[in-house]
């Protein structure tokens, strides 16, 4: 029997919201959910940690949202400090509910302002398709609520901690690398390759002394080589 190699799987979900469609998917879901969808970009938390999130959970005057140990998937408590647009939804929210005299006990309950938020699937896929920005699932708001902190400067423990990641597999996963530290590690590199000459002259595309023009790969090192017909390479940083 012949030999069929199997294809590589690759399902792994790899969806993000960028900031701009965030804000159109935000705008076509019905009111009620704004805040909802809202504090998921921020957090990362999942649906139905928010979903289950009661007044119990917020200390308003301090603006902290906290999860006990047994309301998360990992048993672990949770806490986030809302920044000032969060903190602007929680005071919408208890205001709305003391206006309404619901006294609901969910800070985001569903369209009946009373009960927990549902099902959502029909609101979430008609907002996507009038916000023309594709297919998403709920889940792209964990994982880009985890990029965004990470490019923002936060690092990889604090950011787990935030979102209720046990372990850091998501970075690897979804190839989230905080930028500035790219571009840290070709400064380091060319400083380390640099040290090796003492310095690195003329500039890619030049023509030599002799007038042959230097490959655009790479830069003779004109001065420091002592004769030892050295040539090192200069790495582009194009698109960092």
Not at 23 to 42: I, S
Not at 89 to 102: D, M, P, S, V
Request: with cysteine; net charge positive; charged share 30%.
């Amino acid at each position: 029997m012949p030999y069929v190699p199997l294809l590589k799987e690759n399902n792994v979900r790899k969806g993000f919201f960028e900031y701009k469609d965030f804000l159109a998917l935000r705008d076509a879901l019905p009111f009620y959910l704004k805040g909802f969808v809202t504090f998921a970009y921020k957090t990362g938390w999942r649906k139905s940690e928010i979903g289950g999130l009661k007044w119990s959970n917020v200390d308003l005057s301090k603006g902290i949202v906290r999860l006990e140990p047994g309301e998360t998937k990992n048993s672990e408590a949770r806490t986030v400090y809302a920044d000032t647009e969060l903190k602007d939804i929680l005071n919408f929210q208890w205001e709305a509910r003391k206006r309404n005299r619901t006294l609901t006990h969910y800070l985001f309950p569903g369209k009946d302002g009373i009960s927990p938020i549902g099902d959502i699937r029909g609101a979430w896929n008609t907002a996507c398709e009038e916000a023309k920005i594709g297919k998403h699932i709920f889940h792209d708001f964990r994982r880009t609520a985890v990029r965004n902190m990470v490019r923002s400067g936060v690092s990889e423990r604090v950011a787990m901690t935030i979102s209720g990641h046990k372990t850091r597999a998501v970075f690897d996963r979804y190839n989230i690398v905080n930028e500035n530290d790219l571009k840290a590690a070709t400064e380091k590199q060319e400083a380390y390759l640099n040290s090796f000459t003492g310095k690195v002259t003329g500039k890619v595309g030049e023509s030599d002394e002799t007038g042959r023009h230097t490959d655009k790969a790479q830069v003779v090192d004109i001065y420091g080589a002592g004769g030892r017909n050295r040539t090192d390479m200069v790495l582009s940083t194009t698109g960092f």
